[in-house]
């Protein structure tokens, strides 16, 4: 590991030499200390000093562009954010906008798509939903412009959670609806139209507006004809009974029932449990005046 760090070091060295020295053609010393900077990262990489790689990786980006050569530049800023997720999310994170602003620039808005969704992974990491959503948000609409439906349609479902999650319900049922409308002219999405009716649903429970979540589902069987004959649509309708009923021993039931044949996921439980604890208030709130 040792002799890595050595040969790093000494290849850096090599590459700050070529820069500082005169050249008679002005871009060949940068592509001669890029050479020598790629080969120093490498040899970083392999002793795990992933802060050192990083750093070269930002050094070899900045030889890129001077001499105008931006596709290589924003690979090396995408090598240099990959060594810093093993230390530091938000030097990645510094990272990948400098590569997604160099592909934009270049107009592959595949690519900048791509490293746009990756900063919204990491501050999904980071527990920062308000800026995941942002960049989720940016990549769907740069994957969309691309045509690349699926990737805009999983950018679109994330953004959607993350509205649900931050209590923005009227977002996050608006886009949910949105994408299960245009799935269904599409014969490879439209199977994963109930899912999507089911997550808008959910969010509107959690609105607790019972007349809301009825004309919904009348809304969903419009736009769905088969909607009205899933397992689904009887779990969104039985709720819809119970919190109308006022009955939270009815809600928990049917949460069970359903959870007993097909697993709920950790984000629509999170949400079945605030529309319980807003249904169980209410019956305490209700015992409380009588």
């Known amino acids: 590991m040792g002799d890595q760090i050595g040969r790093g070091e000494e290849f850096e060295k090599k590459a700050e030499k070529k820069l500082t020295g005169w050249s008679l053609f002005g871009s060949g010393k940068y592509e001669d200390a890029a ?69 934009l620039e270049i107009g592959r808005l595949n690519m900048a798509a791509r490293y746009c969704k990756e900063i919204g992974e990491l501050y999904e990491t980071e527990q920062d939903f308000e800026r995941s959503m942002d960049y989720f948000e940016r990549a769907a609409d740069l994957f969309q412009s691309e045509e ?3 990737s805009a349609n999983q950018c679109k479902q994330k953004v959607a959670q993350f509205a649900a ?26 199977y ?3 899912g999507i009716l089911l997550n808008a649903g959910l969010c509107q429970l959690c609105r607790g507006d019972v007349v809301a979540i009825t004309n919904s589902l009348e809304r ?43 697993r709920l996921d950790a984000w629509k439980t999170s949400l079945l449990l605030k529309a319980k604890n807003a249904l169980k208030a209410k019956e305490e709130e209700e015992d409380d005046l009588t």
Not at 69 to 86: G, P
């Open 35 to 103: 050479d020598l900077y790629d080969k120093s990262a490498n040899c970083y990489k392999l002793s795990k000093s992933w802060e050192k790689a990083g750093a070269v990786y930002i050094k070899l980006a900045n030889c890129h562009l001077k001499s105008e050569s931006k596709h290589e530049a924003a690979s090396a800023y995408v090598d240099a954010a990959n060594c810093y997720k093993k230390i530091s999310p938000q030097e990645a994170i510094s990272c990948l906008n400098q590569a997604m602003n160099l592909f």
């Open 148 to 150: 690349v439906t699926t």
């Open 165 to 190: 999650q931050l209590e923005q319900y009227p977002k996050a049922v608006e886009i949910f609806e949105a994408i299960a409308k245009h799935s269904m002219n599409n014969n490879l999405l439209k």
């Open 192 to 194: 994963s139209v109930k």
């Open 220 to 262: 969903y069987e419009e736009m769905d004809p088969t909607f009205s004959g899933t397992r689904e649509h009887k779990f969104l309708a039985d709720l819809a009974a119970a919190i109308d009923e006022e009955d939270v021993e009815k809600f928990t039931s049917v949460i069970k029932e359903f959870d007993s044949m097909t």
